[in-house]
């Protein structure tokens, strides 16, 4: 069974950046899925952040794309997500997802329980 | 300012049939499949249909989709108190290169 496990800090402050590592049980990196990041701000809707597999193949939210690197550590099973100069608009539930098959790039349907990430100064 | 539009919500008593609607554009919808989420209060999102009418392993077949040009929408029968929650449509968008989802319907059992 996968799962999914998103840590990083809780509480940032402006221009600084959010840091964010997903812990995967249950799979592999080299089978090939895509690997993807999404968040919520408190009370809104979703926003996907983007998503991106182990070959390299890279696709970011184009309203995030400036400030956004997604990686690999296979090493420990993990990816990251790094969203540099934030601001209070980047306060958000955040979550990492898996999609449905090898071919999807953004079809989640395994999803981590979600980290809330507070910038305020 | 997603570019998929939904009602913001839809009600229903238990056993009642619930419809939500998901409009979008011809960069999306018109060229991509539909997928949808059910996200309880204070949980993850839980893939709910893809491919427009595909149900996963799991889903009872209560939630039905489907597609129509650039809009979607997502039907639910003999509605259960289980199904309150929110519920959001989403696709490929191919002008902006990214995936997108809907603006959120909030589904309340009464």
């Known amino acids: 069974q996968v799962q999914l496990q998103e840590s990083g800090p809780g509480l940032l402050k402006p221009s600084e950046t959010l840091s964010l590592t997903c812990v995967v049980s249950?799979?592999?990196?080299?089978?090939?899925?895509?690997w993807g990041w999404i968040r919520q701000p408190p009370g809104k809707g979703l926003e996907w952040v983007g998503s991106v597999n182990l070959l390299g193949n890279t696709y970011y939210n184009p309203s995030l794309k400036s400030r956004v690197t997604m990686s690999f550590d296979t090493s420990k099973n993990q990816f990251s997500l790094k969203l540099n100069s934030v601001t209070a608009a980047d306060t958000a539930v955040y979550y990492c997802?898996?999609?449905?098959?090898?071919?999807?790039?953004?079809?989640?349907?395994?999803w981590g329980q979600g980290t809330l990430v507070t910038v305020s100064s | 300012q997603s570019v998929l539009t939904q009602s913001p919500s839809a009600s229903g008593t238990p056993g009642q049939w619930v419809t939500i609607s998901c409009s979008g554009s011809n960069s999306n919808i018109g060229s991509h499949t539909v997928n949808w989420y059910q996200q309880p209060p204070g949980t993850a999102p839980k893939l709910l249909i893809h491919k427009n009418g595909q149900r996963p392993s799991g889903v009872p077949d209560r939630f039905s989709g489907s597609k129509s040009g650039t809009s979607a929408s997502l039907a639910i029968s003999g509605l259960q108190s289980e199904d309150e929650a929110d519920y959001y449509c989403?696709?490929?968008?191919?002008?902006?290169?990214?995936?997108?989802f809907g603006t959120g319907t909030e589904v309340t059992v009464l």
């Open positions: 989403a696709a490929w968008d191919d002008n902006l290169n990214a995936y997108v």
């Open positions: 249950g799979s592999s990196f080299s089978s090939g899925f895509y």
């Open positions: 997802a898996r999609p449905y098959t090898t071919s999807d790039k953004a079809k989640f349907d395994i």
